[in-house]
């Protein structure tokens, strides 16, 4: 159980942080720079609640998703050893999550229909913050796969196909934002190529 008392330990005053290992690392490394990304994602997606409480199947998911989120952080702030090499069993994201993230994605794309060109963020506030939600999740994708080139003991390869997956899924919960009876229904903001050349 995790225990905040004290928010304040000055103990990253030097510009260090601590991973779950104990083990401290610069606050620029590439490890840091991911779960960060990954909190900044969470807290983008915190945002784009606070329009789609009226989408009650849809908030539900993306309450489910911030805590996968908090998940994923304790993952990467892990590096990826054994239970053994660490004396402890790690938290890390699994496939059944992979695979909820997919169904989400297929029961809310059955309510929309095909797309004939590309979308523009925009239509209403929740769609809206849900693809700067989805932005902020691709950059975290791309400094986690960075984080597993680095070599042996760099990342889980689930969460890497959760954060893919967790893209698509903003995506798709933007489009159905946009959709939704209950979020006003605006539809798809759609890109006209060269519109005003």
Same mark, same amino acid.
């Given at each position: ?13 030097k %510009? ?5 290992? %104990?083990?401290r ?22 945002? *784009? ?23 994923? %952080? ?12 660490? %004396? ?34 925009g239509?209403?506030?929740?769609? *809206? ?29 689930? *969460? ?38």
């Amino acid at each position: 159980m995790v225990t905040l008392n004290k928010i304040y330990t000055r103990t990253g005053d030097k %510009g260090t942080t601590a991973l779950a290992t %104990g083990e401290r690392l610069p606050k620029h490394a590439l490890r840091i720079e991911s779960y960060g990304t990954v909190d900044e994602t969470n807290s983008a997606i915190g945002v *784009a609640r606070l329009q789609t409480g009226g989408i009650l199947a849809l908030d539900a998911m993306l309450a489910r998703i911030q805590n996968d989120l908090f998940d994923l %952080g304790a993952d990467l702030a892990t590096p990826d050893k054994t239970a053994a090499e660490l %004396g402890y069993e790690p938290l890390r994201i699994v496939e059944a999550q992979v695979t909820r993230l997919e169904q989400e994605i297929d029961a809310l794309n059955g309510h929309l229909q095909p797309l004939r060109s590309f979308v523009l963020p925009g239509g209403t506030a929740a769609a *809206a913050h849900l693809h700067l939600a989805r932005t902020i999740c691709r950059r975290a994708e791309r400094l986690v796969v960075a984080l597993a080139a680095e070599g042996p003991g760099g990342v889980n390869e689930v *969460a890497i196909k959760y954060l893919n997956r967790l893209s698509d899924f903003l995506f798709v919960a933007a489009r159905y934002a946009n959709w939704a009876p209950e979020g006003r229904g605006a539809g798809d903001v759609l890109w006209t190529p060269g519109a005003h050349r």
